[in-house]
């Protein structure tokens, strides 16, 4: 009979060492639920209260929801400074090795340090580059205070910004999109050839709108020149997401098959256009519209063609050339990250191990005859399948086991929203659509089943073996008290009831990364307008499955010389 003794040890040491691993998901919670009340001071102390976000290994976490907690409570200049510091260390570890191998073989991924998901690192420059818009657009620097030691903290007055000091914010939000653009290039580089998050509509769409602020006339070919390339994004990349294709699972599925087959073919195969994309469609042509009789003129004829843009778009489009006024709207909060269950097969693990001196089948047997392991439903799809990653096939025969890996609650957009814009006696003066421009929900679905898929077989073989290990042990208990004929039935309880007490020590220890940036709103939309000086308050107008509603936004003063207001807005709800 093999000797149990040093794999209980091995399986005893793993789960003391890594069943601590902590996610935060109570922490999250209470976030997400004061966030919801707009108690953002409350929130901020959660974060900078829990022993979770004061750990090293969640310091980027830590920063991203503190940078994210100051900018919806309107301290931009707070918030500039957490998230300047959240950049430079997204960065940093982005171009670092992403896990110890031997610390992997054995570890819980929560017990990694948080890398953040790309989407999340190229958010930081979003947020980054607004809050410099929105400090230059507020004209001061908000009242705060600087802790200094046990002693407390330094209280620093409001800071009014001259017209200098405004035109720097606004270049540092210039600086900030090029820096965008950078880590985008990099990114794209590195993940040729699959259907995730490489590119960002968000950086084009937003980037755009900040070149054409600045005004120059480089910036406003570079301006012209992004809204173009968001065209190609929508083909390329976004037909991924459920909100912008319905056949985004056979786009999915067929991606790497996109360079052989062409655009046009792809369009026609594996793209059927929602509300959503033929909205955003819109906008973006208007844009090109107005900046190409702005500053090609000539270009006209071409952009029909190229946009298939009808006379009677360019007429209206018209109408609304020069815009000075930009609404951009962050919605709701973003899905839970959860853990979902997935299941492996013990087969292979039954040979390769130690413990299978006793035989691979009578091991595999014992697990589905004895104690009761059977190979999971067939609707079993590993991680990641859903969307077309791709995964290692694992036979699941005779037994399999189950462990969790972490899925993103995703129920799509739902709604659409409009700018509605009324002056001083409530009557309305324009009602325009925006645009959806960043499905998060979408995007971290997608990005967090991509990381499941890479996780599954490692974890799955991982799990594998330490539960080879204990069933081994159990068959070893089995055995020993079933020699004697009379015990047969004891000898299978007992057997049972000590694998399943050290299996429950293993699924403590392996519990799914549930770790995300959990503040982030669940989609963002734009718009763009134009208003004669004048006073005005601003609603947006939800549609959301038959039922309307109405949300006030507050004030908006329009002077003669204003080329590019901005509103932001953040919905709660």
């Given at each position: 009979m093999v000797t149990q003794k040093p794999l209980l040890i091995y399986l005893l040491l793993t789960l003391f060492l890594f069943s601590c691993a902590s996610g935060g998901k109570k922490e999250r919670n209470k976030l997400r639920s004061l966030i919801k009340t707009s108690q953002f001071g409350e929130a901020i102390k959660v974060i900078e209260n829990s022993k979770v976000y004061k750990e090293k290994d969640n310091k980027l976490l830590f920063l991203m929801e503190k940078g994210l907690l100051?900018?919806?409570?309107g301290k931009y200049y707070q918030s500039s400074q957490i998230l300047e510091e959240a950049r430079e260390l997204g960065r940093k570890l982005y171009t670092t090795s992403i896990s110890n191998k031997v610390q992997k073989m054995i570890a819980n991924d929560n017990y990694d340090i948080y890398y953040g998901e790309r989407y999340e690192i190229s958010l930081i420059h979003f947020y980054q580059a607004l809050n410099h818009l929105l400090i230059a657009k507020q004209g001061f620097y908000e009242a705060h205070s600087i802790p200094e030691g046990k002693e407390g903290g330094r209280n620093i007055p409001q800071k009014s910004l001259s017209a200098s000091e405004i035109r720097t914010r606004q270049m540092a939000a210039r600086a900030e999109v090029l820096a965008w653009d950078s880590f985008l290039k990099n990114l794209k580089s590195s993940r040729k050839g699959a259907s995730v998050f490489k590119n960002d509509l968000l950086a084009k769409v937003f980037g755009a709108y900040i070149h054409e602020m600045i005004g120059t006339p480089t910036d406003l070919q570079i301006a012209l020149q992004?809204?173009?390339d968001c065209h190609i994004l929508l083909i390329r990349n976004y037909g991924a997401y459920k909100s912008f294709n319905t056949l985004f699972e056979k786009y999915n599925e067929n991606y790497e098959s996109f360079p052989?087959?062409?655009?046009r073919n792809v369009k026609a195969?594996?793209?059927n256009e929602t509300g959503y994309a033929k909205n955003l469609k819109n906008f973006l042509n208007e844009r090109i519209v107005d900046l190409s009789l702005s500053i090609r003129p000539r270009s006209i004829k071409k952009i029909k063609k190229r946009f298939s843009i009808s006379n009677?778009?360019?007429?209206?489009?018209?109408?609304?050339?020069?815009?000075?006024?930009?609404i951009l709207f962050q919605n709701g909060v973003i899905p839970l990250k959860v853990a979902q269950k997935e299941y492996f097969g013990l087969g292979k693990a039954a040979k390769d191990n130690a413990a299978a001196q006793i035989g691979a089948a009578v091991l595999t047997v014992f697990a589905a005859k004895q104690l009761g392991l059977l190979p999971p439903p067939r609707s079993y799809r590993p991680a990641g399948a859903y969307l077309g990653l791709r995964v290692a096939e694992v036979a699941v025969t005779n037994a399999a086991i189950s462990f969790e890996l972490p899925k993103v609650q995703n129920y799509g957009v739902s709604s659409v929203n409009n700018v509605v814009i009324k002056n001083a006696e409530g009557k309305t003066v324009v009602t325009r659509p925006l645009s959806l421009v960043a499905p998060l929900g979408d995007i971290a679905e997608q990005a967090v089943a991509e990381n499941a898929a890479s996780l599954y077989t490692r974890v799955g073989a991982r799990l594998a073996v330490k539960h080879v290990a204990a069933i081994a042990a159990a068959y070893a208990t089995y055995k020993l008290m079933s020699k004697n004929k009379n015990n047969a039935f004891f000898a299978r309880q007992a057997a049972v009831f000590q694998y399943i007490a050290t299996?429950?020590?293993?699924?403590?220890?392996?519990?799914?990364?549930?770790?995300?940036?959990?503040?982030?709103?669940s989609d963002i939309w734009m718009g763009k307008l134009k208003l004669p000086e004048g006073n005005y308050q601003v609603y947006?107008?939800?549609?959301?499955?038959?039922?309307?509603?109405?949300?006030?936004?507050?004030?908006?003063?329009v002077k003669k010389e204003s080329k590019n207001t901005l509103v932001n807005f953040r919905s709660l709800n």
């Open positions: 100051l900018h919806t409570a992004l809204y173009k052989k087959i062409g655009e195969q594996f793209i009677e778009f360019i007429k209206a489009a018209k109408a609304n050339r020069n815009p000075n006024v930009t299996a429950k020590g293993i699924e403590a220890s392996e519990g799914a990364d549930t770790r995300y940036w959990s503040t982030l709103p947006i107008k939800t549609h959301n499955s038959g039922a309307q509603s109405e949300t006030h936004i507050g004030p908006l003063e």
